[in-house]
Every structure is written in C-alpha cells, then in structure tokens.
C-alpha cells in the first residue's frame, strides 16, 4: 500500500463495533454551474432522451465501525463536514446500513 | 535584507521548483522548500503555496492538502499578517482550507487549457502587488484544468465591495469579453486577496513568466513585490 | 507440472519456437518458465523481426554517449551536459482502451528517461487516427490526448511538441508514441546493468495487481481488441510523479547500482535485462512482493504490468538509507532478492523454486527471423500516377473552391494540416519554465537549457502516405523532415530516436515495408550525419489484415548553442520573405491528391540527401548566426499551405511578387501545393536578407525572394488573395473541439 494519508486518523475504526455501510453522495450545490452534469445532458438530449436537469457528483462508499447507527451517522457526517464535501459549493447525502458481509476490510475490484 | 520565502512542497507539488527558481535565480532572494510535513516556518517572511497536482487532485483540488501538517503553521502565518501567494494549485488549497473565500470548479470546458492571459488588475492593496498599479493588464500564462472560479452572489458582491477581487481575465487591450475568459470563472475572476490584504490566490502562473526568452516577465514584477515583503519583519 | 501439447501457442510462441526453448533449455520448462520465454521471445521484447534489420542504422558519432541497449539514448550538449531521450509506442492498449493506453504510455517513457538518472524536461507525441468523421475515431482522438494531457500535466513535464495525422488505414488500430527528453550531467548517467554479486533486488512504487498481464505478448499479435480486453493497465501519475522524485534523489547518492523500470512483460523483464546486461544472475522470490490483489500465482506476479514501478539493485549496505528515501516520497521499498553470480535468474515463491534459467537464454538465444519481402501489386500500381487524369486548377484569383485561394482554404482546413491548437492547449506546455518555442510557434520546440546559454529543440515526424508509397523514400524524408524542422528553429540536428509502427512482418508485404523503410532511413541517418541513439518497434498493427499505413516516427533532437538565437514562424511588417532550397514540388503522394481528389498516390518527392544538407546547414547556421529569425519548412501542402501558416501565426499578410516557381510538369496545382524536401521559407529585415543571401551565393544552395510581409491579405496578384483572418479560421476549423 502506498502511504498517502499519513496524516493522523481521527475517525479511526474501533475494535469491537458493529460494521456499518455508508454510501456518501456528492453533489453540486443548487446554483453552482455543473459543466459535467451540462454535458452529459446534453448528451442525452442528443440521444433522443427528454431529460430536464443532471447534477453530476461524486459516490463514496465506506465502511465504519460504530456501535450504533447514530454513532455511524455522526461519524460519516463529520467526514462528510470535513473532508468528503466541500460546503462553499457541494451537498452531501448519505445512506447507511449495518454491513452483513463477512471479511475485514472494504472490497474492491 | 533579511528573512526567506518558504515554498511548499505537497506530494504532487509540480510547481514548487518554478517558483523556487523565480525567486532565488529571477528575483533573487533566498528561497527554500518546506516540505508538507514540516510544521515550523520560524523565520520565513513569506510563504507560497505552488502550482501542481497536490495528493493527485482526488477528491477536489486542494481538499486533501490542506490538512498536511504544514498548513497549520501556514494559518497561523496568515492570521500574524504574513505574505501568503497561492498560484493554481496553491490558490485552490487556500480556498479549501478557508484562507480565501469560493472555490475553484472544473473549466467550462471541462478540459485542461494551457495558454497565455491576459490580466486586469483592480484592487491592488495587496503585499503581493506593491509593483502593479490597478487598471495594469499583465500577461501569464494558465494551466489548469479546474480554474472556474465560484462564489455566491453575496459573497461575489462583498469581494467586489472590499477591493478583494484582485484580477480578471481580459483581452489585449483590458476589456472584459467573453471569450476572454477562458474557464468560466464568476465574473472573470483570476485572483483574489483575502480581507487584510496578505493573502492572495491567483490562478495564473507568474513563476513562468519571468523572462522574455520564455513568452514573457510580467509575472516576474509581480514577484518582486516580495522584496518589499522581505524588508518587513512578520 | 508438464507443458501440454500446443501450450506454448497461448503465449504466442510457434511451434519451432517452442522446439528452440526445449532445445536451448535442455528440458521441459515449467509453466511461468514458458509465459516469461513467451514474453521474452516477443516481438516487442525480443526484437525478432526487426533485430537483423535494425543492425543497418547508424548509431554512433562523437557526441552519442549511449546508444541503443540501455533504457534510453544520450548524447552530450554541451556545458558537461547530457540529453537523454526516447520514443515509445503504446498503439494496442490505446486502441482498447485510450485515456489509459495513452497515458500508461507517456508514463512509461518518462520511467525510461529517469531511470537513466536525468530529470524529464519535455514530452512530445506522434499521433495516427482514421478520419474524424467516424464517432470512433473522434473518441479515440479526444480520449488520446486527454490520457497524454492528464499524465504529463499530473507529472509536470511539459509537452512541448508533436504531430498527428488521419487516414483510414488508421481505423481501428491507431498510433500513439510518446517521446521524452530528460537533462543530466555526464557524470550522473545511469546504466541498468546488475552487478556484483550480494547486492540487493528492491522493488519501489506500485503494488502489483493482475493488470497488464501478457501486454507484451498481446502487441506482438494483430487482434489488439480481442487480445487486450480485461488486462487494461490503469496509470496512477501521482504516484509516478512521487516514484520519479524519489528516484532521482536516491541516484544522487551511491546505494544504487542500477536501475531498471517495469515496461512491457513487467518484472520478468525488468529482472532478466538487468542481469543480461550486467552479466550477472539474480535470484527473486516473488512471496516477497507486494500485491495489490489476493491470490495472484507465482506466474502472475512475474507478468503483470502494473504500472509505475522501479527495480533497484542496491549495495547491501545502503538498503536501509534506499528505504529510508523512498518513504520520505510515501513509497515503500521491498527487498525481493539479490544478485547471484552464476549468470541464472533463478524465480523462487515462497523459498520453492519456480523458474530457473540462465539470463541469456531470454535475450541473446531470442529467435531472429530473416523474411523475404515483397512489395504488394496494390501498392505498387499506386505509385504510378498520371498527371493527366487529374485536371489542373484554374488560374483565378476568386475565393472560389475551384481556384488556388479556395483549394488553400480547403487544405487548411484538412484535419492533416489544420491547426493543432486544440490539442496541444490541453497539454501544459509552459510548466518548467524552459519553453522558449512553444507549439504552434515554430517548427520544433525550444527549450532553454538553465544556466547555460544553450538550448535543445526536439521534434517528431513522418509523412506516413509517403512510408505507404515508398517505405524506403518515405523513411529518409522522415529523418530529413525532422532534421528540417529543428534547423528552422537554429537547432543542430545531433541525433534521433525512432518508433517503427508496421503491420504484420511475416507477410511479405509487411516485411518488404519494414525493411525498405530501415534501410531509407539507415541512409538518411548517414548522410544526414544523425545516429539513432534509442527506439522502439511496433509491429502487428493491423485489423481485419488490413495494416496501418507505415509510421517509421523520427525524433530528433538538436542543440542550439546560444538560444537566444532562435526562429519561428512569424515575421514583421516589411520583412522580405526568400525560398531556400530549390526542389521542384511534386504532387506525388501529396496531401493536394488527397484531400481534393481522394488519392492516395504517385511517387514521394525524390529526396537528394546531399542537397537537403546544404540547405539545413545555411538555415541553421544563419539562424545561429542571429541573421534569420523567421523559418518554416515547406510541408504538407506545399508552397502555399507554407505561406498561410506564417502569416497566420504572424497575424500578418505577405505579397508575393514574383511568379511562382513552377514544378516539374508546369501546373499551377503543383507549384502551389507541389510537395518538396529541402524548401524552407525564411524571412527577415531588408539588410538582414542582402547578408542572408550575399551568403548563399557561393553555395549551391538556391534562394528566391518571393516578397514581403505585410498588410492583412495573403495576396499573389492573379492567384491568391485572401484575408489572414480567412486563413485563420479555414485552419481553426480543421479539428473538433477548438476551444476558443
């Protein structure tokens, strides 16, 4: 693993929690110019597509450690605050689950 | 004269070696790298956040540099009232860590543009524009694939109230037009300063515009505003 | 396990080859011994077409410090300076995949550069696409340059020059080779070359996945679609940019002894040429190197091409201060092995044997093949033109399409000849703060060599419609071409790299284009006094059998000792503008036939190599001399294509007052549009010309003053007369995307 992120860890995973999937979405902010999103509407447009509005953004996926569920909220809310979204021009969502799966760690491609 | 002008180094800084020459080799002043780990910039008079692509530009530009160690002592630098010039990259950290308001989005084009601009400066009460008088047009060149500036209306309008919005984007001859303004940016806005006047983020590139062999020197009158800078103890 | 019946097919071995492997081995190899012969008796590894031929080029002069067999050439500049540089291809990924394929590319040629020891500096491509009117090809293009742009920029390398061209032989297997120059003192050189036995085996940057596995492998066969689905490599420039930093520190010290980037058929090759070139063994366990997936075998890990990764052979003594710098950069350094002394890589997994083979059966056992070639009646039948099938253009001066101005128009505004700038404004171009001719200024690019006085110029070219209509001509107007544009910028031409794109070479037609094309340009290299110093061979690209029209890409690199002293294209007001060189235009294979009349041939413009020297050294010494500042080369589209690109650049008109100097069969199609080597155009002050020309006189060379620059119209009274800012849209026009 290439070390980028060796900048301390203040929301690390404690040990004995209960896992969480959290599904954080990105998204401009109403008002603030979309160029992405412009761009694949009209590419859709030009497909024949009669589509309105595209916000283009961002899909993070995490997996937590919390005790709780409001524990997991509050969590990935203050990464969200912090890091994930940047407030002068993004909104966030975010959707979390208990994680059912078996293994340690994030599963990837 | 005395004290130093600290360049950061991200990982991903790409930048830093240009302006690092431009001012020890152009300008000539003691210039070092204070890589992002450092956390003391005891004795530096001014600090320059450089051009490049810092932690890759994932997630937003700037987002991740702005909380390496470094940039603590770079507030706290800021808040004494020292000199701090971000340039692309580094204006984008500033905006990012709240030492300038807005934000820099991807170009209206979506795509990188690499080019030479043209700049009308405006408010110019600023410790890095002590050699340019307001209304000047200068020459730089950008390179940037996420350059459009934003901010909200309320906000737009107090920059423009205080004198913070530095420069814009402009033709030849200083007009505003819109095909001068290469990336979309909220009123043609290339620079801008924060309230006191010592920080100052700008998008185009003054390191590499210091000599007429390479397309011009504009950006260096601009640089050696910071031999005022270097006469003033912070 | 035992290899079964026809196994060796699945790495693209043949069955005779196969026979040599057991034979030269002297048994059976295990399963990950035939996947590394497979990759090391590729075509892309092992050189087995093009080896025999390639021995023809000249690779040696004075100046040359490293010729081919290293990761890149380098040649002295001067001031204790050394230029390193080379030319990749990365065709098949980037016709599967072309943001990644495009930028693995570039990323791969800037590892070539830094592992030699010297900082990168520049970047330069050279492009091919079928027409742009198919989608496909416009995604190609606009997914090509965005890889090269979103690499390049992220490292911080200028990319400084290029060319791209479009023909529908480019369809379905595009072109994408990536030049880089780096700058090192002599001193500092770097060879890839194990030595001494005890020394270390570290591995730095990526961790390895199963991306890449078998490129090499797959760009030696003519399926790239098939073959390269699901291996895609993904490039990481951020972490090639910490890789280089780190590099680059740790050769300023003595710990490391060589250094070897992963490319193509990843650390099976990395390891092998490191210990062939060294003369040494190495001893590997692959349970010792880090992965970025679970589960990968022993045969993968030893193929994989995961990008952005380095083999360092380190003095066991400085491995602790090799790691110690590499985890400043965020990297971490994994000792896998040493250097044996027994002349064997030797892979263990987990302290159990897996291959065992001495380095040399990889490399100087690799199978070479001498093929007869033969030309194709197709090709043949198209160089054998008749003029007189073809109507001449009328003599009017009216826009008009049919006349010479509208014919200009129309040629601007040839994807071929159009201007580039929609490309290169998304490539950073101004970073290092060295470029002193930027793209779509000059020729060739400049770059100012810090703390020095000097500068080098670099540029990439080949006509590939004339490789078509004659691989051995088109090849010597490759190496004249580029030469030609680096005079016109003041730059000694020194020396070359190449990138030889050609379909399959076990048809006879596609072996007969390969080594005409060696040989033309083996003897342009000669006459023209610049050795090849690096290069790299891409064969197979074809679709369906129908392959690529042949790009022997020429890079050439040149010094200008005083860079001050440098030219572009744009004149002044009242400058007088003379033709250098004499050569009769030909329509030949000419971008004319082409784009007006959908042909694509004729014989390329004879290319009198003693003629074209003597034109080069005038130009370049009078740009040196601080006379010329003006110079451009006449290209495609001949005289009048020539003229418009300067005073669209210049924003300047010009008046021709002389007649036109007619071709070889007097039309007006062939003087205005005629192609020829050895043509530049130069232009300057009144006093500076009568200098410039009271110079000539004595030397064989012919130069013609056709007029003078001025005013807003391109005018050629009973020709041509056309506003600049006409030119400059017909040449905006020619590629999509222009942004401005």
């Known amino acids: 693993m290439t070390k980028i992120l060796d900048m301390g860890s203040p929301g690390?995973?404690?040990?004995?929690?209960?896992?969480?999937?959290?599904?954080?979405?990105?998204?401009?902010?109403?008002?603030?110019?979309?160029?992405?999103?412009?761009?694949?509407?009209?590419?859709?447009?030009?497909?024949?597509?009669?589509v309105d509005e595209v916000r283009a953004g961002r899909f993070i996926r995490l997996v937590v450690a919390a005790s709780d569920l409001a524990e997991a909220e509050r969590s990935v809310t203050s990464m969200c605050e912090q890091l994930l979204a940047n407030p002068v021009i993004q909104t966030y969502s975010i959707t979390i689950v208990e994680d059912e799966r078996a293994g340690t760690g994030p599963t990837g491609g | 004269m005395s004290g130093w002008v600290a360049v950061l180094s991200f990982p991903g800084s790409n930048g830093d070696r240009d302006a690092l020459s431009a001012f020890r080799d152009d300008v000539g002043v003691e210039a070092r790298l204070v890589d992002h780990r450092e956390t003391a910039l005891e004795g530096a008079s001014a600090v320059v956040l450089p051009g490049g692509f810092s932690y890759g530009d994932h997630l937003r530009c700037g987002a991740i540099a702005r909380f390496a160690p470094v940039m603590a002592s770079v507030r706290s630098f800021?808040?004494?009232?020292?000199?701090?010039?971000?340039?692309?990259?580094?204006?984008?950290?500033?905006?990012?860590?709240?030492?300038?308001?807005?934000?820099?989005?991807?170009?209206?084009?979506?795509?990188?543009?690499?080019?030479?601009?043209?700049?009308?400066?405006?408010?110019?009460?600023?410790?890095?524009?002590?050699?340019?008088?307001?209304?000047?047009?200068?020459?730089?060149?950008?390179?940037?694939?996420?350059?459009?500036?934003?901010?909200?209306?309320?906000?737009?309008?107090?920059?423009?109230?205080?004198?913070?919005?530095?420069?814009?984007?402009?033709?030849?001859?200083?007009?505003?037009?819109?095909?001068?303004?290469?990336?979309?940016?909220?009123?043609?806005?290339?620079?801008?300063?924060?309230?006191?006047?010592?920080?100052?983020?700008?998008?185009?590139?003054?390191?590499?515009?210091?000599?007429?062999?390479?397309?011009?020197?504009?950006?260096?009158?601009?640089?050696?505003?910071?031999?005022?800078?270097?006469?003033?103890?912070? | 396990m035992a290899i079964a019946p026809g196994q060796w097919r699945e790495v693209a071995l043949s069955d005779d080859e196969y026979r040599l492997l057991v034979d030269v081995l002297g048994r059976e190899p295990t399963p990950l011994e035939l996947g590394m012969f497979g990759a090391m008796w590729s075509e892309h590894c092992g050189y087995k077409h093009s080896r025999p031929l390639l021995s023809q080029l000249p690779t040696e002069a004075q100046w040359v410090l490293e010729g081919p067999g290293e990761n890149a050439g380098a040649i002295d500049v001067g001031d204790g300076l050394a230029v390193v540089f080379k030319v990749e291809s990365h065709n098949h990924p980037s016709a599967v995949e072309p943001y990644e394929g495009a930028a693995t590319g570039v990323g791969g040629i800037v590892r070539d550069i830094f592992t030699m020891g010297a900082r990168p500096i520049a970047l330069l491509n050279s492009l091919r696409f079928g027409p742009l009117d198919l989608p496909r090809n416009r995604y190609l293009l606009d997914n090509v340059v965005g890889g090269i742009g979103g690499y390049g920029n992220c490292l911080g390398i200028p990319t400084v020059g290029g060319e791209v061209f479009f023909d529908p032989s480019f369809n379905g297997n595009p072109l994408v080779n990536a030049m880089c120059i780096g700058v090192t003192e002599h001193g500092a050189?770097?060879?890839?070359?194990?030595?001494?036995?005890?020394?270390?085996?570290?591995?730095?940057?990526?961790?390895?996945?199963?991306?890449?596995?078998?490129?090499?492998?797959?760009?030696?066969?003519?399926?790239?679609?098939?073959?390269?689905?699901?291996?895609?490599?993904?490039?990481?420039?951020?972490?090639?940019?910490?890789?280089?930093?780190?590099c680059l520190e740790l050769l300023q010290g003595d710990d490391v002894v060589a250094m070897q980037d992963l490319g193509a058929a990843g650390l099976t090759s990395s390891v092998v040429e490191c210990a062939s070139r060294g003369g040494v063994g190495a001893e590997?366990?692959?349970?010792?190197?880090?992965?970025?997936?679970?589960?990968?075998?022993?045969?993968?890990?030893?193929?994989?091409?995961?990008?952005?990764?380095?083999?360092?052979?380190?003095?066991?003594?400085?491995?602790?201060?090799?790691?110690?710098?590499?985890?400043?950069?965020?990297?971490?350094?994994?000792?896998?092995?040493?250097?044996?002394?027994?002349?064997?890589?030797?892979?263990?997994?987990?302290?159990?044997?897996?291959?065992?083979?001495?380095?040399?059966?990889?490399?100087?056992?690799?199978?070479?093949?001498?093929?007869?070639?033969?030309?194709?009646?197709?090709?043949?039948?198209?160089?054998?033109?008749?003029?007189?099938?073809?109507?001449?253009?009328?003599?009017?001066?009216?826009?008009?399409?049919?006349?010479?101005?509208?014919?200009?128009?129309?040629?601007?505004?040839?994807?071929?000849?159009?201007?580039?700038?929609?490309?290169?404004?998304?490539?950073?171009?101004?970073?290092?703060?060295?470029?002193?001719?930027?793209?779509?200024?000059?020729?060739?690019?400049?770059?100012?060599?810090?703390?020095?006085?000097?500068?080098?110029?670099?540029?990439?070219?080949?006509?590939?419609?004339?490789?078509?209509?004659?691989?051995?001509?088109?090849?010597?107007?490759?190496?004249?071409?580029?030469?030609?544009?680096?005079?016109?910028?003041?730059?000694?031409?020194?020396?070359?790299?190449?990138?030889?794109?050609?379909?399959?070479?076990?048809?006879?037609?596609?072996?007969?284009?390969?080594?005409?094309?060696?040989?033309?340009?083996?003897?342009?290299?000669?006459?023209?006094?610049?050795?090849?110093v690096s290069g790299n061979v891409s064969l197979y690209n074809e679709t369906g059998e129908i392959p690529v029209m042949p790009t022997p890409a020429v890079g050439a690199v040149g010094v200008l000792e005083d860079v001050r002293n440098h030219a572009s294209l744009r004149w002044h007001d009242g400058d007088v503008v003379?033709?250098?060189?004499?050569?009769?235009?030909?329509?030949?294979?000419?971008?004319?036939?082409?784009?007006?009349?959908?042909?694509?041939?004729?014989?390329?413009?004879?290319?009198?190599?003693?003629?074209?020297?003597?034109?080069?050294?005038?130009?370049?010494?009078?740009?040196?001399?601080?006379?010329?500042?003006?110079?451009?080369?006449?290209?495609?589209?001949?005289?009048?294509?020539?003229?418009?690109?300067?005073?669209?650049?210049?924003?300047?008109?010009?008046?021709?007052?002389?007649?036109?100097?007619?071709?070889?069969?007097?039309?007006?199609?062939?003087?205005?549009?005629?192609?020829?080597?050895?043509?530049?155009?130069?232009?300057?002050?009144?006093?500076?010309?009568?200098t410039f020309l009271a110079l000539v006189e004595g030397k064989r060379v012919t130069a013609t003053r056709l007029g003078t620059a001025g005013g807003s119209r391109l005018a050629a009274p009973g020709w041509i007369d056309v506003e600049v800012a006409e030119l400059a849209a017909a040449h905006t026009s020619g590629l999509p995307g222009s942004t401005q």
């Open chain 3, 189 to 246: 050189l770097m060879r890839a070359r194990a030595s001494g036995p005890g020394n270390v085996i570290m591995l730095v940057g990526a961790d390895t996945g199963r991306d890449g596995l078998h490129g090499a492998t797959f760009a030696s066969v003519d399926d790239p679609t098939a073959s390269h689905r699901g291996v895609i490599q993904v490039g990481n420039p951020f972490l090639e940019k910490l890789l280089l930093e780190a």
């Open chain 3, 284 to 532: 590997i366990d692959v349970a010792l190197v880090p992965r970025r997936e679970t589960g990968m075998s022993a045969y993968e890990v030893m193929l994989s091409e995961s990008q952005e990764r380095m083999l360092l052979v380190v003095r066991p003594e400085g491995a602790a201060r090799v790691r110690s710098v590499v985890e400043r950069w965020s990297l971490h350094a994994s000792q896998i092995g040493q250097v044996t002394d027994d002349g064997v890589v030797r892979v263990l997994d987990g302290g159990t044997i897996v291959a065992e083979v001495p380095a040399g059966l990889f490399t100087d056992c690799c199978p070479t093949y001498v093929r007869e070639g033969a030309e194709a009646l197709e090709a043949t039948a198209r160089r054998s033109l008749d003029l007189t099938t073809i109507p001449d253009l009328p003599g009017d001066a009216e826009a008009d399409s049919q006349s010479v101005a509208g014919c200009l128009l129309h040629l601007l505004a040839s994807p071929n000849i159009a201007s580039r700038r929609s490309i290169y404004e998304r490539y950073d171009h101004t970073i290092l703060a060295n470029t002193v001719v930027a793209p779509g200024v000059g020729d060739a690019a400049v770059l100012r060599l810090r703390g020095t006085g000097r500068g080098i110029a670099a540029a990439i070219d080949c006509n590939s419609r004339y490789c078509a209509l004659d691989p051995y001509l088109g090849a010597m107007h490759a190496v004249a071409e580029a030469s030609r544009n680096l005079v016109c910028v003041g730059a000694k031409p020194l020396a070359i790299t190449n990138c030889l794109n050609f379909g399959n070479p076990e048809r006879p037609s596609g072996y007969f284009q390969l080594s005409q094309a060696v040989a033309g340009m083996a003897a342009a290299c000669r006459a023209l006094d610049v050795p090849v």
């Open chain 1, 12 to 50: 690390a995973v404690g040990s004995g929690a209960r896992r969480w999937l959290a599904d954080v979405v990105v998204t401009p902010k109403p008002g603030v110019n979309d160029p992405e999103g412009e761009t694949i509407r009209g590419g859709l447009r030009s497909l024949g597509f009669g």
């Open chain 2, 78 to 234: 800021a808040n004494r009232g020292g000199p701090v010039l971000g340039i692309c990259n580094g204006f984008q950290i500033l905006t990012e860590a709240h030492l300038l308001p807005g934000a820099l989005l991807r170009n209206r084009t979506l795509q990188f543009h690499c080019h030479w601009t043209h700049l009308r400066f405006e408010g110019c009460d600023n410790a890095w524009l002590s050699n340019i008088q307001p209304g000047e047009v200068l020459r730089l060149p950008v390179a940037h694939g996420d350059g459009a500036f934003f901010a909200d209306l309320e906000t737009l309008d107090r920059l423009e109230a205080n004198g913070q919005v530095i420069a814009r984007y402009c033709d030849v001859d200083g007009r505003l037009s819109p095909t001068s303004n290469p990336n979309g940016s909220s009123r043609a806005i290339a620079a801008i300063s924060n309230e006191d006047g010592n920080v100052l983020g700008l998008m185009p590139h003054p390191e590499r515009a210091t000599s007429p062999l390479i397309g011009g020197d504009d950006g260096l009158r601009l640089l050696r505003s910071v031999l005022d800078v270097l006469a003033v103890p912070v």
């Open chain 3, 578 to 690: 003379v033709l250098v060189g004499g050569a009769a235009p030909s329509l030949g294979g000419s971008e004319y036939l082409s784009r007006r009349h959908g042909l694509t041939a004729g014989s390329p413009p004879p290319l009198d190599l003693e003629q074209e020297l003597l034109v080069q050294r005038t130009v370049q010494g009078a740009v040196e001399a601080g006379l010329i500042r003006t110079a451009h080369d006449c290209g495609l589209g001949g005289l009048a294509v020539a003229l418009a690109e300067m005073a669209i650049a210049s924003g300047i008109g010009v008046s021709i007052d002389i007649d036109v100097p007619a071709g070889q069969s007097n039309r007006r199609d062939e003087a205005w549009f005629g192609e020829a080597p050895g043509r530049i155009l130069v232009a300057g002050a009144e006093k500076d010309i009568q």
